[in-house]
Nanobody
Framework: VQLVESGGGLVQPGGSLRLSCAASGFTFSVYHVRWFRQAPGKEREMVANITRLAESTDYADSVAGRFIISRDNAKNLAYLQMNSLKPEDTAVYYC??????????WGQGTQVTVSS
């Protein structure tokens, strides 16, 4: 079982990044997916959620209207498109695949730094 995030990096304020989460070793399409982030000295924050068939998405107020979560079950991939990035978006971003009755898998995280 593995989740691998990619696509992080350094971007200027106002810029965009697209994070990817590649799943393997389990049936990705039966799991919901969330993206979390954690900045230094702060608690982990859920930023976006997508249900297993992409019929519903939810966002934290801090990213609503700027971030878009999506998935491609045929490719076992989830994405987080991040637009209009702000310095306060700087954090390690984690992908989480979960089922409502407890099974949950995490990736290792990818660093996003928003700075001029």
């Amino acid at each position: 079982v593995q989740l691998v995030e990619s696509g992080g990096g350094l971007v200027q304020p106002g810029g965009s990044l697209r994070l990817s989460c590649a799943a393997s070793g389990f049936t990705f399409s039966v799991y919901h997916v969330r993206w979390f982030r954690q900045a230094p000295g702060k608690e982990r924050e859920m930023v976006a959620n997508i249900t297993r068939l992409a019929e519903s998405t939810d966002y934290a107020d801090s990213v609503a209207g700027r971030f878009i979560i999506s998935r491609d079950n045929a490719k076992n991939l989830a994405y987080l498109q991040m637009n209009s990035l702000k310095p306060e978006d700087t954090a390690v971003y984690y992908c989480n695949a979960y089922r409502l009755w407890g099974a949950s898998y995490w990736g290792q995280g990818t660093q996003v730094t928003v700075s001029s």
